[in-house]
């Protein structure tokens, strides 16, 4: 079994700033790649940003890149989303997903429980 524990989230005025962590852990032999989605009130779960952890290669949503920033700690299993410059629009339920290779070498994909963010004045 893999879990993924998020923290970090709250409520801020637009302009600031939040840091999003979220821990894996578990029946883990490699941790694949890790993503950020959202969830805004009424709409769909969309993808905010991925990261592979071999080559550390990254993905954004056009409307959050040059403003979020998805980074690993792969020894700690962790994955953080560094938000910056937060608008109104980027209030939603933030989940973190993970791909991983269990200990019995099945690919696993697994959730978070979310975690609010709300930017308003």
């Known amino acids: 079994q893999v879990e993924l524990v998020e923290s970090g989230g709250g409520s801020v005025q637009p302009g600031e700033s939040l840091r999003l962590s979220c821990v894996a852990s578990?029946?883990?032999?490699?941790?694949?790649?890790m993503a950020w989605y959202r969830q805004p009130p009424g709409n769909q779960r969309e993808l905010v940003a991925d990261i592979t952890s071999d080559t550390g290669a990254t993905n954004y949503l056009a409307a959050v890149r040059g403003r979020f920033t998805i980074s690993t700690d792969n020894a700690k299993n962790t994955v953080y989303l560094q938000m910056d410059s937060l608008k109104p629009e980027d209030t939603a339920v933030y989940f973190c997903n993970a791909v991983v290779e269990d200990t019995w070498r099945r690919s696993r994909n697994a959730w978070g429980q979310g975690t609010q963010v709300t930017v308003s004045a």
């Open positions: 578990g029946s883990i032999r490699k941790i694949e790649a």
